[in-house]
Structure formats: structure tokens, C-alpha cells
């Protein structure tokens, strides 16, 4: 399982990354995990843009999901090949909703469903491709999940966007890769159930077991050496910040 970190900027894009998103290859399957504000540009860096098999979308925040026009665009209006075929998107109750009501001007209702087959996320366990996969609902203003990806022995669980939460630590229980926010600062912001802050982070890998941690989703008004630094305090596993490009095999 190969896991390339596309964006990671939280909030709003930096000038060196696009917002969450984060594609995940196994048996030549590709599912990306969110589609925020740049990412569909940066995705083409690393596959062609019709090259994705299921998106996974954590909740509705503009940040993770937005580019998501962008990509109706590109499969409803195809140049060559006419309109693409739907591919399974899978989301939040209301996401075919948000994503027409943020398009503003589909040429009908049901233009969405055209090129996306939308599945609604609850907690449960079913497959994605050749992925067995798990999400939990998170601590978040909007509904919004986590996901534990299995493949060959292998799992990645990705926090998506939650506070402190004891159900993101049982679900990324032992997991071999934790992909986890922190967009808050230990010490300063203290907003609850909205997002980690760096040690938080920690603590939760810590808690799950997890074999390693990476963290995301830090805005550009944070210092991500801060939240660095307060992860390894707390947590002995390998730790680092995510990079836009970085591919990991896990």
C-alpha cells in the first residue's frame, strides 16, 4: 500500500501546499482520501486526471472537499471521450447537496450524480476496491469521519479533521500509520471538539499504539516545528510533518 501525501495545508492553501488530500494505490487501485482548495492541480502531478477509482470524503468543510467542482467539471465536460463514467464518492449525508449547492450552476439537479456515484458514510466496516476499510464518526462542527484503510496486513488511519476523541484512538488501534491533524498549538488554541493540537496528536498515536505518526492539516499560521516537537514529547514512535509529494509505502 503506497500512500502520497497530495495537499496537506490546513484551513486554506499555503504557498507550498494545496488543502487535505491524500491518495492511497494498491493493485493499481486509487482512492483519495479528500479533495481540498488546490488539490485537484497537484493531483496530476503524480497520476492522470481520470486515473482515480473511489474518493473518500471525510466532511463537507470547503477545505476537504472543495476541488470536488473542479473535478465535476473535468469528467462532466471531457473533451475527449465524452462524459466519464460516475466514480464512487463516498461522504457524509448531503454531499451531492453540497457539492451542487457550492457548484451554483449544474446544468440540472442531478448533474452531480452524472459523473459521481454517491455513497453515504456512517460508522461501519465495508471494502473499497481491494481496501477493507472502517470509519468512525468524529469530534467535529460538521459531520465528519475517520478511516482506517487495510490492505495485505497493512493499515493507514486517517483522523480526518476531530478533536481529542476516543473513538479516532480505538479506531486507529495498532495501526501501522497514523495520518493525523493538528492544527491547534498545545497552549493556545483551546476550541472544543475541533481540531488536535500537536501533542494531542501524540497522544493519540500513543494511546492507539500506532507504529507511526504523521501529521497534517496545519494551517500557515501555525509553526509546525512547535506542533513537531510537542508530538515527539508525548509519543516515541517515528514522527514527522507531512510534505506535499512525499510517498510512503506501508
Known amino acids: ?99 451542487t449547492t457550492a457548484y451554483a450552476d449544474t446544468p440540472s439537479a442531478s448533474s452531480m450524480s452524472e459523473v459521481f456515484d454517491f455513497h453515504t458514510v456512517k460508522p461501519a466496516s465495508f471494502d473499497i476496491g481491494p481496501f477493507s476499510v472502517r470509519t468512525e464518526k468524529m469530534c467535529h462542527p460538521v459531520e465528519a469521519y475517520a478511516i482506517r484503510v487495510e490492505h495485505a496486513g497493512k493499515s493507514l488511519t486517517y483522523s480526518g479533521d476531530t478533536g481529542p476523541c476516543s473513538a479516532l484512538d480505538e479506531l486507529a488501534a495498532g495501526t501501522d500509520f497514523f495520518l493525523c491533524e493538528a492544527a491547534f498549538t498545545h497552549g493556545k488554541e483551546n476550541i472544543p471538539d475541533l481540531h488536535l493540537n500537536g501533542r494531542e496528536a501524540g497522544e493519540s498515536a500513543r494511546q492507539a499504539g500506532a507504529g507511526r505518526l504523521l501529521l497534517t492539516h496545519i494551517p500557515p499560521w501555525t509553526d509546525p516545528q512547535a506542533n513537531l516537537a510537542d508530538a515527539r514529547a508525548v509519543y516515541e514512535g517515528p514522527t514527522a510533518l507531512a510534505a506535499p509529494g512525499a510517498t510512503y509505502e506501508i
Open 1 to 99: 500500500m503506497k500512500l502520497t501525501v497530495v495537499g496537506c495545508s490546513g484551513s486554506f492553501p499555503s504557498a507550498d501546499s494545496a488543502c487535505s488530500s491524500y491518495l492511497v494505490e494498491a493493485d493499481g487501485f486509487r482512492l483519495l482520501l479528500d479533495m481540498g482548495n488546490g488539490a485537484l492541480g497537484e493531483l496530476q502531478r503524480h497520476i492522470g486526471l481520470y486515473d482515480l477509482d473511489a474518493i473518500f470524503l471525510s466532511h463537507l468543510h470547503a477545505d476537504h472537499c472543495i476541488d470536488m467542482c473542479a473535478y465535476f467539471v473535468a469528467r462532466y465536460y471531457r473533451h475527449e471521450g465524452g462524459r466519464c463514467a460516475p466514480i464512487p464518492v463516498y461522504g457524509p449525508e448531503g454531499t451531492e447537496q453540497r457539492l
